[in-house]
């Protein structure tokens, strides 16, 4: 992938698939320790060990009866190919976590992406799911629940024109500051 928020986004379509109701999404990046890492937790249906073990080891497996897919392996190995590390846990009935770290200025690291917008896709399309996003750069950081945002709107869907307009000016705005205002 050419950018980490197109991992994010299939990443969090496998959570959706294991129907999750609450996803979380949290970015941290640290210049000094000079990593960027990105967790996706889940609190849909896990895996099984069997599929476990093949999401970590997509080339050795001997399993020939159902396809194997590639959006976790492909994630894993890109952070392992820039000094960075990969992560999965997973438990049968409680969820998924999963875990992926780069070095923040490997040469080959990807952009992060327009997250922002990720983000909004994500929750626009999925307004029944709880997304909580948290995001940070050094000692900077901010987050998005929208279970909370929910509860604030009462009956106003989460998914209406002028509450994805005042989320996009949301997220847009807090990524920039995060930044010190400078566009990625
Ligand atoms: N968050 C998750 N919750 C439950 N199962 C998952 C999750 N992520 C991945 N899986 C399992 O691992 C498999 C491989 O995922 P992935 O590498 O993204 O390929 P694909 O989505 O194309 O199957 C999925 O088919 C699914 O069985
Ligand atoms: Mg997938």
Redesign the pocket.
Known sequence: MKEISLHIL??V???I??E?TRIGVYISEDTLKDTLSVT?E?N????TPE?AH??QN?FVTSRTTR????????FAAGCEHCDGSFNLN?EQGK??T?TGSYRHSHIDRPPLGDIADTMLILIGGNPAIRFCYRHSVNAQEYELDTGQVQQLLGEVPLDSPEVIAFLQDFLKNNESELYGGIEQ
């Not at 849909?44 to 895996?47: K, P, Q, T, Y």
């Open positions: 299939d990443l379509q496998n959570s698939r294991a999750a996706i889940d849909g249906c896990g895996m599929v093949t999401v997509p396809r194997v897919g590639l959006g976790v392996p492909l997973s969820g998924t999963l």
